[in-house]
């Protein structure tokens, strides 16, 4: 009965242990975020994707010149309907979320794509997520 009493704790230790690697899984992608989180994109390559999607890519034309003029223009060409649906179409593309750091390849186009979405949230007053 030995040898049944020994199988019988290698089948509770291989239990505890498949257990404990099964829950170590789970809490390490519970700390990643929700299951649709996805970690922010560069701005640069947020900007890449846009354009590779035509509505996204439309929206973003419209919203770098909602955005440009001075600011009197600026803050009229926000405030209209052509304005403010593109800023709503952009925050659910991957431009909404990007980061610039510093020091990067391509810092100065990174900021400029950032501000270009962000610029227009800020001025346009449209409430972000």
Known sequence: MTWGTTAGRH??????ISLVFVLD??????????PDWKE???CVRASELCNQNSQCSSRYRIMRQCLSGGDKERSTMLASKECQGALEVLQDSPLYDCRCKRGMKKELQCLQ?????HMGLTEGKLPTR
Request: glycine share 4%; hydrophobic share 45%.
């Open 40 to 42: 922010p994109l560069d």
């Open 11 to 16: 089948m509770v230790l291989i239990n505890i």
């Open 25 to 34: 899984v789970c809490v390490c992608e519970s700390e990643l975020g929700p």
């Open 113 to 117: 794509n950032y501000w270009s979405i």
